[in-house]
């Protein structure tokens, strides 16, 4: 399944998690965009990596050596970075009044 099936298939589930939890469901859906994007380690699971490996003449291990910090970072700093981006967002983010009515009675749905 590619990147892109996956975050389609997930999308619906961060939404309602969110919504169930009571956070704004669009910090799930970029959660779960940057981690179906995050394939960096092994050649063969997107297609740029492919095609460097293939036509660029790398060797596994060197697209392992470089892929796997890759996919550290892409762990480590959204899982920081997005929590932050959205507390600072809900702070200075005032929905009007039709956007708050609709998603107050969309949580009691």
């Known amino acids: 399944m590619t990147n892109n099936a996956v975050a389609v298939i997930v999308r619906p589930v961060a939404i309602n998690l969110g919504n169930s939890l009571g956070v ?21 699971l997107y297609q740029t990596n492919t095609l460097v490996y293939g036509l660029g003449g790398c060797r596994f291990a060197n697209i392992i050596k470089v892929g796997l910090p890759l996919n550290l970072l892409m762990a480590v700093v ?25 998603a107050m009675q969309h949580r009691r749905l």
């Open 24 to 44: 704004d469901p669009r910090a799930l859906v970029i959660t779960v965009v940057m981690g179906a994007t995050a394939s960096f380690a092994i050649p063969i």
């Open 78 to 102: 959204p899982s920081i970075a997005i929590p932050v981006v959205w507390l600072v967002y809900g702070l200075f983010y005032r929905p009007c009044c039709l956007c708050r009515n609709a």
